[in-house]
């Protein structure tokens, strides 16, 4: 904006922020292309207010993002809503690879319970296996590189905004829409139009 002459307060640039970006991730959740069957799913710790929320992330085994959610709490609920959110917007995987988390496990028998009474012939395998997870925690990479040096956010609307914005930036980078041969300029814009 500064090479156009025109200046803009970092307040602005943040509200514009919190007011577009999670329009622009449910456009990047729609166009993006579909994930793999065998998923990672993990969760890290975001400051907000001065205590910790979690970021739930889930890639396919190939590092592609299928989704993410920010929850205040790390418990059986925040797993099940993004387990359901999870499914809903990529289809039911073959198998999902956790951590030790209970409140995981608890999320993923709970939405094999629900695909059992849909009577449904799929059921979710799940494996608790700490190293084939490295895949996503070498992905919570990006996200700590950016979130660190901001010594956490001052509310919970601005900072579930801020990480879907970093969520779509780095699902560009890693070329997960169709546009091939776009800048990842033009990719942003599209998904912005």
């Known amino acids: 904006m500064a090479e156009r002459g025109v200046d803009i307060d970092h307040a602005t640039l943040n509200r514009w922020v919190v007011k ?11 166009k993006k292309r579909p994930g793999g069957s065998s998923w990672r799913m993990d969760e890290t710790y975001i400051k907000v207010k001065g205590k910790w929320t979690y970021l739930y992330r889930a890639v396919d085994k190939f590092g592609k993002t299928l989704d993410f959610m920010l929850s205040e709490r790390r418990d059986g609920a925040a797993a099940k809503r993004f387990f359901r959110r999870a499914i809903a917007s990529n289809g039911v995987p073959e198998k999902v690879v956790i951590d030790k988390s209970g409140s995981n496990l608890l999320g993923l028998k709970w939405a094999n319970i629900l695909l ?9 395998m ?10 996503i925690e070498q992905d919570h990479r990006f996200i700590k590189r950016i979130t660190r040096p901001t010594l956490g956010f001052k509310a919970f609307h601005s900072a579930v905004a801020t990480l879907e914005g970093i969520e779509v930036v780095h699902m560009i ?17 599209a998904l912005a139009g």
């Open 20 to 30: 577009y970006a999670s329009l622009i991730a449910q456009q990047a959740r729609a």
């Open 116 to 124: 059992k009474m849909s009577r449904s012939n799929s059921q979710i």
């Open 126 to 135: 799940i494996l608790q296996v700490k190293y084939l997870n490295n895949i």
């Open 173 to 189: 980078r890693k070329g997960q829409f169709a546009q091939t041969g776009m800048s990842p300029f033009k990719q942003f814009a």
